[in-house]
């Protein structure tokens, strides 16, 4: 079935780095997507892989796939209060409709000590 | 500068009446989504409607029901609300197809407390 896991918290001080980890299920996905949701907004696109890369570089945030194990991560150089939120790591399905919904992991709420 | 507006931030209903949620967007988007988030589970689809009229369930339906009769509008009804129910509900649009321009844009949610 669908299923897009991620770990519940994270906590780092100011300054190191930040690694969200997700694993997706859906071998066939084309690209996949990290969402952030800052306190009391909804979910706004942070970055994106295309299944075919292994790596996709964006200023601090670094995106690493492993197709093979389906296993997909964040990291976040130089962890600003800031960057304090709810990642979601995300995957498309093709529907019957013939648009694409969204399968959206559980969330990881990064906290960020000063 | 995109936008998807919910029309209440906060809403308070006792168990048994009949809930609307409203959603608008103004990007022309086909596709509208309506999602509940509870700590834990994540964003789950509730249903979702690719054009005018046209509704499709998502994941988790039941209790639910939808309405879209214009383009920028999308209705979630609860039509007898549950204590089960309390939860943030987003609201997302987006336009047709994947790819990397396939971006779903939020709006700011709704906290539905049911008493």
């Not at chain 2, 039941?62 to 007898?80: H, N, P, Q």
Request: proline share 2%; with cysteine.
């Amino acid at each position: 079935g669908e299923d897009v896991e991620q770990s519940l918290f994270l906590s780092v001080r100011e300054g190191d780095s930040s690694v969200i980890n997700c694993t997706y299920t859906d071998s066939s996905s084309t690209y996949l997507y990290w969402y952030k949701q800052e306190p009391g907004a909804g979910l706004q696109l942070l970055t994106y892989i295309f299944s075919n890369m292994d790596m996709k570089q964006d200023q601090r945030l670094t995106v690493l796939l492993n197709k093979k194990d389906k296993h997909l991560s964040l990291r976040i150089a130089d962890t600003q209060t800031g960057d304090s939120a709810i990642y979601f790591c995300a995957e498309t399905l093709g529907v019957t409709s013939g648009t694409y919904k969204y399968i959206f992991g559980t969330g990881t709420r990064l906290k960020v000590l000063a | 500068d995109v936008k998807v507006t919910q029309s209440s931030r906060y809403l308070v209903k006792r168990t048994g009446e009949k809930v609307f949620l409203e959603c608008v967007q103004d990007m022309d988007h086909e596709n509208m989504f309506w999602y509940r988030q509870d700590p834990g589970l994540g964003l789950r689809l509730i249903y979702f409607s690719y054009d005018v009229k046209m509704k499709e369930k998502g994941d988790i339906p039941e209790g639910y029901s939808v309405s879209r009769e214009k383009k920028e509008r999308f209705s979630l009804i609860l039509e007898s609300a549950s204590t089960n129910q309390t939860s943030m509900y987003l609201c997302a649009s987006s336009t047709k197809g994947g790819g990397p321009s396939y971006e779903q844009y939020f709006g700011p949610g709704t906290r539905l407390t049911v008493t």
